[in-house]
Structures are given as structure tokens and as C-alpha cells.
């Protein structure tokens, strides 16, 4: 078997020669420029080569850089030729490390999400990182650094297929990359237009409005002196969010969805239908004006990593209008459980019920929330539990019933005196915190009870950890879920947005 071609017979097969060289490049060129600074910078200065000033300390150095030059290029051949990985028994398995060896596996029917990432470097030379997350894993998240492009892709596709349950690992052929169908492309200039109204935004203005009126009033302009740091912390999360936005692309295939984004450093992420275990979706102030939201869920294992890193996994959809947060709600949750999703969405992204059935905070406490008691509300349907909250900072968070870990009743001493009581839902981690907020205390011992009777239910019924098994035919994502056309017939007949 060559090294372009998928593991698929349960051999071990090494990465791509070129790996360790893409992942230390930069020890690597500290080294030169630390035993080449001399001869760098006697030719800025003119005063010739080190050829032409030869003596005992420049052999000595000489030596000394290629030693250490020796030992660094040995140590990349060696971590290459001890990196071994293997596709066989329903797992993956990483094998690394030369004088401490470490292997990590990862059974393929608990994949969460597989990504494929490349950065600048990888991107030049046509490689590939290959990783995935699996349930329960933390930060031992399995990765393949790194592979060719289209090694990663073929690689992936097999390990999405067994971890589907449309390939048991018996094939002999390669699995075939899933078909897919773009949905969703955020244009930049809306992408550059929702860091404008960001909420980023709005404290730099209101940060600088006070600190010139500070300045006025006291004649002086250290005030102004203490934005410069957060201005510069700030330009760095607008240039993150931006090169991380850039091109964000997603599309719907029979493995999962598919999103892709990035300007230097690319991603291309893969999400099973099924495994998102909540999602939020936000309208910050300044977007009401031109109605875009951004939507963030939680996947098991990402919200273990760095939270910077995390933060930009876990966006489901940057900024959007209102038809394409129906369009990715569909693609989360194929059955709504509801008769009339477009209502019933509606009314919890845009705020007040109109019929929808949400059940919000009773009048005698509207003084714990005298702006939000009426936005604050659930709803559950057959299939998730619905939480809405916020006036101003607006937010809705669907949990699947299946995805509810545990519940808990939380009522203080202010909230006892009015009668009412948070309700909150535990998940994985991730920037998704389903709760409740002052619900009637009635209301939410209801709903506590009710709630986990339903998450019983709801997970006695998904029979396999494949996800592919666990939906009937007419839910297979293929081209696309056909159980809530009824919101996309009403959500495509509002205005087209031209970014």
C-alpha cells in the first residue's frame, strides 16, 4: 500500500515525511539564525564573511551549529519514523514517541466531529492535519499531523463512513468521499460589517466617549492613555474573528455538516448529525438594525480545548440573517416536533409569543427583570426543550431531550419571595449554558420533572452510538432534511440578503 492510499486493512502506516519539519520549522530556523547571526550581521555591516576573518572561534562555532543542526534534523527523522497510525476493530490508533512512547486510540463510533486543518506552511508544501474528537476524550483529542490533502480527505470519509455504520471495516476498496450540497456563504463584507456593530465595538465607543469626558473634566489625558491596551487587545480578536470567519462555507453531505472557513489558516470541519448536544443562537444590540444572529453550539470534546481555539470550533454560523439560522436549525434538528416550526422559532428568536405557546415570567415578578420578563420563556416540543431570554442582548438555546445530562432547581432567597425559580440543564461544556431564568416556581418544578422523564425517553429510543442507524429513511441528510421544508419555503420568501 502506498502512502497515498487509505488505510483500510489494518496495517500501520507512517505520516507524511515531511511532518516533523512543518511542525518544528520554527526550532529549526531559531537555530540557524542563533549560529548565523555573526555571518548576518557582519554582511549588514560590510565587514566581510566570516571566510574572510577564519580563525579557531569560527571553526569552533561552525562545529557547534552543525552538532546541534544534526541533532534537531535527527530528531525530526525519528519522530516521523516512530509516528505510526492505524485504521482497524472499530478504532483509530496513534502510535509516537521514540524514548517515551505513547499510543492513543479512540473508538470510531464515538466521534463527535473531525476536522481537517492546515496552516500557512502546510497549506505550501499541499498537507494536512487530521483531527477528531471523541466523546468523553478531553484534551486526548487523536490527531494525524500530517497527511496529504487528499490522504486527509479519503482518511476522513472511511472514518466517517465506520463511525456511521455504512462501512464495517470488512471493504477492501476505499471509501468514497460523501457528495455534499453548499448551503450557506457568509459574504466578508458582512463578516466585516458584524465586527463593526460587535459588541467589541460598542464598549470601544462607549470607552472612549467617557474617557474624553474624564479627560475634559479633570484637564487631563492619562484617561485617554488607558484605552491604547485595549484597543490593542481588541484590533487582535477583530483580526481572530475576521481570519477565522473569512470564507465560511457550509455545506450538508450523508457524513455529517460540513463547515470551512479561514484566510491563512484553514479548517474544514465535519459535525455527525446528532452530535451537537445544544445550541444558542444570540442577537447582540447592534445587529437588530440589519437582523443578522450568530449561532455557537456545544459538540462533545471541543469545549475542552483552549478557550481561543474553542471559541471559533463551536460557531455554527458566524452572522446571518434569519433564513439561515432556520436553514442550519433544520440541519441540527431535521423534526422540529412541532407542528408549526416557523412560529414557533420565530417567536423565540424575534422575542414575544404571538401563539407560539412560550411560556414566560409571571407579572408579579416583573420587577426582578422589569425589561425581559416577558422575553424570558421555555417551550418544549417532542423533540427539544426551547429556552429564550434577554431584551436587549436576545439569545434562544435548544437542547435535544436526548442531550439533557442532568437538571437542577436553583431559587434564591429574592427569587423565593416572588414566586419563582431558575431551571438549569447540564450538557457538555461548550459556550452553551442552557437555564431558565424566573419561571414560576410551579412552572419549573413542572418542567424538572417533565424534562427528565422526556430525556429518558428520548434516550432509550437511540439504540446505537452509529448515528446513521439511529434515523429513519426519510430523516437521512441527503441532499437535504426534508422536515422542515415548511420553514424554508417561508423563511426564503423574505427579503434576499446582498451581504
Known amino acids: 500500500m502506498t502512502q497515498e492510499q487509505t488505510v483500510v486493512d489494518g496495517d500501520w502506516h507512517r505520516v507524511h515525511p515531511a511532518s516533523p519539519f512543518v511542525r518544528g520549522w520554527v526550532a529549526l530556523a531559531a537555530i540557524i539564525y542563533f549560529f548565523g547571526r555573526d555571518t548576518f550581521e557582519r554582511t549588514l555591516q560590510g565587514r566581510g ?118 462501512a464495517d471495516g470488512s471493504e477492501t476498496v476505499e471509501v468514497p468521499e460523501a457528495p455534499e450540497q453548499v448551503v450557506l456563504y457568509v459574504p466578508p463584507g458582512r463578516l466585516v460589517g458584524s465586527l463593526i456593530l460587535s459588541e467589541q465595538s460598542l464598549f470601544i465607543v462607549l470607552s472612549a466617549i467617557a474617557s474624553v469626558l474624564m479627560s475634559v473634566l479633570t484637564e487631563s489625558r492619562a484617561f485617554i492613555l488607558y484605552l491604547i491596551p485595549a484597543i490593542l487587545g481588541l484590533g487582535t480578536a477583530y483580526w481572530r474573528s475576521f481570519n477565522t470567519g473569512y470564507n465560511f462555507t457550509a455545506a450538508i453531505s450523508p457524513d455529517g455538516i460540513r463547515l470551512r472557513y479561514g484566510l491563512l489558516d484553514t479548517r474544514a470541519q465535519t459535525v455527525p448529525p446528532g452530535r ?15 437582523g443578522w444572529y450568530r449561532i455557537h453550539v456545544n459538540v462533545a470534546g471541543y469545549g475542552e480545548h483552549h478557550r481561543s481555539e474553542g471559541e ?38 424575534t422575542g414575544l409569543d404571538s401563539g407560539a405557546g412560550f411560556v414566560t415570567t409571571p407579572k408579579r415578578a416583573w420587577i426582578l427583570s422589569p425589561l425581559g420578563w416577558r422575553r424570558n420563556g421555555f417551550l418544549s416540543t417532542d423533540t427539544a426543550l426551547l429556552l429564550r431570554s434577554g431584551r436587549l442582548w436576545r439569545k ?104
Open 312 to 349: 471559533h470550533r463551536t460557531m455554527l454560523l458566524p452572522v446571518g440573517r434569519k433564513p439561515e439560522v432556520m436553514m442550519m436549525l433544520s440541519l441540527v434538528l431535521p423534526d422540529p416536533g412541532t407542528a408549526d416550526p416557523e412560529r414557533v422559532f420565530t417567536a423565540g428568536l
Open 276 to 290: 451537537i448536544q445544544a445550541l444558542k443562537v444570540t442577537q447582540p444590540p447592534l445587529w437588530r438594525i440589519l
Open 49 to 166: 564573511t566570516i571566510g574572510d576573518n577564519f580563525n579557531e572561534r569560527t571553526l569552533w562555532l561552525l562545529a557547534g551549529g552543525g552538532v546541534v543542526l544534526l541533532l534537531a534534523l535527527g530528531s525530526f527523522v525519528l519522530s516521523w519514523y516512530f509516528t505510526r497510525y492505524q485504521l482497524a476493530e472499530g478504532y483509530v490508533r496513534v502510535n509516537t514517541g521514540f524514548l517515551f512512547k505513547q499510543q492513543r486510540q479512540a473508538r470510531l463510533d464515538r466521534v463527535q466531529a473531525i476536522d481537517i486543518v492546515q496552516p500557512l506552511l502546510a497549506r505550501i508544501f499541499g498537507l494536512a492535519e487530521l483531527k477528531f474528537e471523541v466523546a468523553d476524550a478531553g484534551h486526548s483529542a487523536v490527531r494525524l499531523s500530517y497527511l496529504r490533502l487528499a490522504q486527509a480527505k479519503q482518511l476522513r470519509a472511511t472514518i466517517l463512513g465506520r463511525a456511521a455504520g455504512i
Open 396 to 499: 434562544l438555546v435548544m437542547v435535544p431531550h436526548q442531550r439533557t445530562q442532568s437538571i437542577a432547581l436553583h431559587q434564591g432567597p429574592l427569587a423565593r419571595l416572588f414566586g419563582v425559580a431558575d431551571l438549569v440543564l447540564h450538557t457538555t461544556p461548550g459556550p452553551v449554558a442552557p437555564r431558565l431564568i424566573q419561571a414560576a416556581t410551579e412552572e419549573a418544578v413542572s418542567l424538572f420533572d417533565q424534562q427528565g422523564a422526556r430525556a429518558r425517553k428520548a434516550r432509550k429510543l437511540q439504540s446505537s452510538e452509529q448515528w446513521l442507524a439511529q434515523l429513519p429513511p426519510a430523516a437521512m441528510p441527503v441532499p437535504a432534511p426534508p422536515a422542515m421544508h415548511a420553514i424554508r419555503r417561508a423563511s426564503t420568501q423574505e427579503e434576499p440578503d446582498h451581504g
